[in-house]
């Protein structure tokens, strides 16, 4: 029993480390942006997997001042408004994120706008086709 309880502990750690999803940077044209490994990710997972964790990485960068205000506006007294309004920032932190290169920014654009019946994410709607006519937010 006291090799297990000694060789347990190693192996667990080993295989966290193993079977980890690594994301890596990667130059691009002067640029460095933050590149999604997917090669360990199951084929199925692959759109939700680059969504989340382009989001995780984004998740500390501050919203333009317009942009933010307009997400206050956009704030409706639902019970759910602050799920709503935490995804919707989510999805805009990546496009205002230096780190993110511009394709990763279309594909957060191109996800949300593929469903356009969502009444929930209306209010970003707009970035979401600003950035994809002229490349930013600006």
């Not at 989001?55 to 333009?64: C, E, G, N, Q």
């Not at 506006?73 to 511009?102: E, H, M, W």
Request: with cysteine; glycine share 2%; net charge positive.
């Amino acid at each position: 029993m006291r090799p297990i309880a000694f060789i347990l502990p190693i192996l667990l750690a080993a295989s966290s480390f193993a079977f980890s999803q690594k994301a890596t940077t990667k130059s691009n044209n002067k640029n460095t942006y933050y590149v999604v490994d997917l090669s360990k990710s199951l084929p199925a997972n692959h759109t939700h997997d680059r969504y989340a964790l382009l989001t995780i990485h984004s998740a500390d960068v501050a919203l333009p001042k317009k942009i933010s205000k307009a997400m206050d506006d956009a704030l409706t007294g639902d019970i759910y408004q602050d799920k709503y309004d935490f995804v919707r920032r989510d999805a805009l932190k990546v496009l205002v994120d230096p780190s993110i290169s511009p394709e990763d920014k279309q594909f957060i654009c191109r996800y949300h706008l593929e469903d356009r019946s969502n009444k929930n994410m209306a209010p970003i709607f707009v970035f979401l086709e600003q950035y994809l006519k002229k490349g930013s937010l600006n």
